[in-house]
């Protein structure tokens, strides 16, 4: 990788591209080629990873981490790990004790000290002699094995005459590892395998530590997806993909690759390094939007009081989108169609439907002085309001006391029960202070009641917005409790002034569900886990990490809670929690003092999350619709298009190389398929590659492209364009 990497909180495109420069930079500064993954010191493994590995012509990971579990072993060392898709890679867990803490021989260390103590250690902790009879010391000072001195020299030495102790050589990871696939593949004994998340059972509030840097790393990921099709898109209507800025894109990525070290984005490092990262996301920022500028200038054209609605998602929407139209007036699509509208501050709301996916529509304003907007279908009186989806009332802490769908004809919450519970639990972990969330936080745990004021800051034909304020101790909270006529979406808008320390911070959702399981988002698709607490494997799991969503659902009907920046959650029986901010000081004294911003959703829908379409909703929470100035040649457009709704788009880029267009995508919904892709562009011909942009076969020049695609499986194509 380009560094040792957090696997919880970047995507799976930041985890694709983390290899893909990272072997670049190996084969191009030493030739050579890349054969397994070395993540000593990361705070638990996607089940993503697997299959990212092995497209990427890696078949081999090592860690020693998951020993630091809380409460449970790993029952093997060695073992086929199984990623959500079924891809298998031989995974290796490093058995060195810790020489000086003393506290087993369970608990492994990425700093292998060349100690008697340490090599016996090393044989006994190993849990599959019956595999192989060579073990792996990473020595050295520095986490997983840095600096060798002539301590650690003259002590190998001297072990070799030491009675009764294995054998110590020195020898490379690569062979060592090539040694121990030759040996696995050939034994004839049973290989364990793994099939799930390698979740640490330890580390929990790095899921949601340095607010300020998990927000950023969002934004800018969605920004980059963006900035990536713009310029190749720019590019190829110029005839030219080479014209593609992709070295500068290349070269911001790295800055969001480095901040996603394993102790910058988990939250872990000390002050100056968020001082230094605040500046760096800056840079990442100004390089992606200086590139989407270029683009804009190249496929959009002045055409005074004309917008074209952008839309780089995968699937057709229809949404509401602020433009920058202050005046009185009608705004109508290409076709000629009258808009839906709701005039804001510095802002008119503009309904547009059917936006083509990865592509456009154009939107015109026409300044009519008497036009009127559409009466609103929000009734408020009160604390009670009336949606066109849901009857909600209000209590007098500003709390949901009761949340009824019209159109399925059912209470959300449980009964008895109140949602958008603001909460504080006192976080004193035993150790860790900004790495860890001990399963005892909620012993002590109190509720934002103070609402100082609660008003109707909109009430239009599109949208309602109850804003309110609370404070609590030293802190206050602002909150736009937002509702919309279009969408079922339920969105809270929030500012935080936030002066606690050794306070966590919640929002809570008790639900009107039964199930024994909750679905989380993670890169390149889901994973289930359990919301009860049967066994200890289940209980560690007290705090689990979602990207854009986690959803409780029955068969017939769930609920899911969205984010635009948070990953830390909690989901146990029907009580769903998202975490919000966690302020420890050490090793940062000043960790997340002061304003954050952010917004999370509730969002009741019939069936699963694949029937309620839970991730297109995500999806547009994090990444809206956008108006540009100025048209296209083509009033609406779709740069490519999917036929099922069951894929995600994930990358439209030039290939680092320079030679053709990249386009990535993936199955989300745990279903096999067949898609059919059309590309609104012309090309010589196609043929699909691995994540590191190899070619897997010979071009083809079909012009329709159907492919057969598994569960959760990512697709990656090269066009060859002129």
């Known amino acids: 990788m380009w560094v040792e990497a957090d696997c919880n909180l970047p995507s799976g495109e930041s985890l694709t591209r983390q290899i893909l420069v990272g072997t670049r930079f190996f084969k191009e500064e030493f030739d050579q080629d890349t054969e397994f993954l070395w993540l000593?010191?990361?705070?638990?493994?996607?089940?993503?990873?697997?299959?990212?590995?092995?497209?990427?012509?890696?078949?081999?990971?090592?860690?020693?981490?998951?020993?630091?579990?809380e409460f449970n072993r790993m029952p093997h060392d060695t073992f086929y790990w199984t990623g959500m898709d079924g891809s298998k890679v031989l995974t290796h867990f490093v058995t060195t004790p810790d020489a000086d803490a003393n506290i087993g021989p369970w608990f492994y260390t990425y700093n292998g000290m060349l100690t008697p103590y340490t090599v016996k250690g090393v044989w006994n902790g190993y849990n599959d002699k019956q595999l192989t009879k060579e073990l792996l010391i990473s020595y050295g000072y520095g986490d997983g094995g840095g600096g060798v001195n002539r301590e650690a020299l003259e002590h190998r030495r001297k072990m070799d005459k030491?009675?009764?102790?294995?054998?110590?050589?020195?020898?490379?990871?690569?062979?060592?590892?090539?040694?121990?696939?030759?040996?696995?593949?050939?034994?004839?004994?049973?290989?364990?395998t793994w099939d799930g998340e390698l979740y640490l059972e330890f580390h929990r509030g790095t899921y949601t530590s340095h607010a300020y840097n998990k927000k950023m790393n969002r934004k800018l990921e969605f920004l980059y997806r963006e900035a990536e099709w713009l310029t190749a898109m720019a590019a190829i209507a110029q005839g030219n993909l080479g014209k593609a800025s992709q070295e500068k894109l290349t070269e911001g990525w790295k800055i969001i690759l480095r901040n996603q070290f394993h102790d910058i984005i988990p939250g872990s490092a000390i002050l100056p390094v968020y001082e230094d990262s605040k500046v760096e996301y800056a840079e990442a920022a100004g390089i992606a939007e200086a590139v989407e500028r270029d683009a804009c200038a190249v496929l959009f054209h002045p055409a005074g009081d004309s917008w074209t609605i952008l839309n780089n998602g995968t699937w057709t929407r229809t949404e509401t989108v602020p433009v920058q139209e202050t005046r009185t007036g009608v705004f109508k699509d290409c076709r000629g169609n009258v808009l839906k509208t709701q005039k804001a501050s510095g802002c008119t709301y503009v309904e547009v439907p059917e936006v083509p996916p990865m592509g456009g529509i154009a939107i015109h304003f026409e300044e009519m002085p008497d036009a009127e907007e559409k009466e609103s279908p929000f009734i408020i009186e009160g604390t009670h309001i009336e949606t066109p989806f849901y009857s909600v009332d209000l209590n007098e802490c500003g709390q949901i006391a009761r949340l009824y769908d019209k159109e399925s004809e059912r209470e959300v919450l449980a009964a008895g029960e109140r949602g958008n519970v603001l909460m504080m639990f006192e976080d004193k972990p035993c150790e860790f202070d900004a790495w860890n969330i001990d399963i005892f936080y909620q012993e002590k745990a109190r509720e934002i009641e103070d609402l100082v004021s609660m008003e109707v800051a909109e009430q239009g034909a599109?949208?309602?917005?109850?804003?309110?304020?609370?404070t609590y101790m030293d802190s206050t909270i602002w909150q736009d409790l937002v509702l919309y006529s279009n969408d079922r979406r339920i969105d809270f808008v929030t500012k935080v002034d936030y002066q606690e320390q050794h306070q966590l911070m919640k929002a809570s959702f008790p639900v009107n569900i039964r199930a024994v399981e909750a679905t989380y988002d993670i890169q390149y698709g889901n994973v289930k886990r359990p919301n009860h607490w049967n066994t200890s494997w289940d209980?560690?799991?007290?705090?689990?990490?979602?990207?854009?969503?986690?959803?409780?659902?029955?068969?017939?009907?769930?609920?899911?809670?969205?984010?635009?920046?948070?990953?830390?959650?909690?989901?146990?029986?029907?009580?769903?929690?998202?975490?919000?901010?966690?302020?420890?000081?050490?090793?940062?004294?000043?960790?997340?003092?002061?304003?954050?911003?952010?917004?999370?959703?509730?969002?009741?829908?019939?069936?699963?999350?694949?029937?309620?379409?839970?991730?297109?909703?995500?999806?547009s929470l994090n990444q809206p619709l956008k108006a540009v100035e100025g048209i296209g040649s083509e009033e609406s457009f779709a740069f490519l298009a999917f036929d099922k709704d069951s894929v995600e788009l994930d990358a439209v880029k030039r290939s680092e190389d320079g030679t053709a267009l990249v386009v990535r995508f993936h199955e989300y919904t745990g279903s096999s398929t067949k898609v059919k892709l059309t590309p609104g562009f012309t090309y010589r011909s196609f043929t699909e590659c691995d994540l590191m942009e190899r070619p897997m076969g010979e071009p083809s020049e079909e012009k329709e492209i159907v492919m057969d695609v598994t569960p959760y499986e990512i697709k990656t194509l090269l066009f060859y364009v002129d």
């Open 40 to 69: 000593p010191d990361v705070f638990g493994y996607s089940w993503a990873l697997p299959q990212i590995l092995k497209k990427s012509g890696i078949d081999v990971f090592m860690t020693t981490k998951i020993s630091w579990n």
């Open 162 to 192: 030491i009675p009764g102790l294995p054998n110590v050589k020195t020898k490379t990871a690569r062979d060592y590892f090539r040694t121990l696939k030759e040996n696995v593949e050939n034994t004839m004994e049973y290989v364990h």
């Open 462 to 470: 599109l949208r309602a917005v109850i804003r309110m304020k609370w």
């Open 539 to 619: 209980m560690a799991k007290f705090e689990t990490v979602a990207h854009r969503f986690a959803d409780l659902s029955q068969r017939d009907y769930g609920v899911s809670i969205l984010n635009d920046c948070k990953y830390g959650h909690d989901i146990k029986e029907n009580r769903m929690r998202i975490t919000l901010l966690k302020s420890g000081t050490n090793p940062d004294y000043k960790q997340d003092q002061g304003i954050h911003e952010f917004t999370y959703s509730l969002y009741p829908h019939k069936g699963d999350f694949v029937e309620g379409e839970t991730a297109k909703e995500a999806y």
